[in-house]
């Protein structure tokens, strides 16, 4: 909430040839809401819809 007003969003991220290892995480208001680890081509992505 903003206010008196409800915000939605979308918050995405998309890797493409990361490091092994890599992870990818998104935060809201502190709170871990996604967390995606990069598959064996190296490719990964994280989304949240608020």
Do not use: H, W
């Amino acid at each position: 909430m903003l206010g008196d007003q409800e915000v939605f969003g979308f918050n995405d991220l998309a890797v493409k040839d990361a490091a092994p290892g890599t992870v990818c995480r998104i935060y809201v208001d502190g709170k871990l809401k996604d967390e995606q680890k990069s598959d064996a081509k190296g490719s990964l992505s994280c989304f949240v819809n608020l």
